[in-house]
């Protein structure tokens, strides 16, 4: 089985292309569309009536180019709003949430820690995955300003290291051994997150689950592409400079109003 419709992702802005990146590696062979909403990054403070009008605004526009699957490379769009986008369309999505259940399943501690947006944290499905495990304590932190900072390009800003060692320590001092990264964005503060975080503490996103289930939905619903255009395409509705940036300039990015 054969499907040569690219594959569809979306985020409220460029952090999404964390996720983007991990599906490229495991599905190189696929096209891909990347919308990054980033006029209205970021979600985390909008309602949930906002995040879901937004989600389907972002669907609408990868429909009409004619993907096969769609990505919901965003934690706060997944959390808020899948279960409404399954609903009104009939077409395969992916989700992503904080990860957990390996990190509940593995920590020695029993004290995780997730890093995440308040629209994730306060939403339905995240209260409801964090109840199913009883004997962790999960310190959660809303990861306030983080995304705003990286969408405007000031991702190693001395604002972002005072954020990060404010919103970090105290998951320190509770003795986590996990930290959860729940916003795509996320990835991206790794190599600083590391300075910050003792070595035994294990940092988790995602990207690769995310991927998988993907390779997945293909191999058993939609079908892999037999093609060789394959090159992937960006939109962003802001400027585009950073997303450029966040990819090395490695592709075009087509700015558009959506």
Not at 69 to 97: H, S
Not at 152 to 158: A, Q, T, V
Not at 188 to 213: F, T
Not at 246 to 253: A, E
Request: net charge negative.
């Amino acid at each position: 089985m054969t499907n040569n419709n690219p594959i569809g992702v979306f985020d409220s802005g460029i952090g999404g292309t964390s996720i983007w990146s991990a599906i490229h590696d495991l599905l190189p062979n696929e096209k891909t569309i990347y919308l990054a909403d980033s006029k209205n990054a970021p979600y985390g403070q909008k309602s949930k009536d906002e995040i879901v009008a937004l989600s389907k605004k972002n669907v609408e526009f990868l429909l009409d180019n004619n993907c096969k699957l769609i990505v919901v490379a965003c934690n706060t769009a997944t959390t808020n709003a899948i279960r409404e986008l399954r609903a009104d369309y009939d077409i395969p999505f992916v989700g992503i949430e904080p990860a957990i259940k390996p990190a509940a399943n593995n920590s020695q501690t029993q004290v995780i820690g997730i890093l995440a947006t308040k629209g994730t944290l306060n939403s339905e499905l995240f209260n409801k995955t964090a109840e199913m495990f009883q004997n962790t304590t999960i310190i959660e932190q809303v990861g306030y300003g983080l995304v705003q900072l990286i969408e405007d390009g000031n991702l190693y800003s001395p604002e972002m290291t005072q954020l990060l060692e404010s919103y970090l320590q105290p998951m320190i001092d509770a003795n986590i051994d996990y930290l959860v990264l729940g916003c795509s964005h996320y990835p991206y503060l790794i190599p600083q997150i590391k300075k910050i975080l003792p070595d035994h503490i294990k940092i988790i996103d995602s990207g690769e689950a995310v991927a998988r289930q993907t390779k997945n939905l293909l191999r058993d619903k939609v079908g892999f592409t037999d093609s060789l255009e394959n090159d992937p395409v960006f939109y962003v509705n802001s400027n585009p400079a950073v997303l450029e940036s966040i990819l090395d300039y490695k592709y075009p990015v087509i700015q558009k109003d959506f």
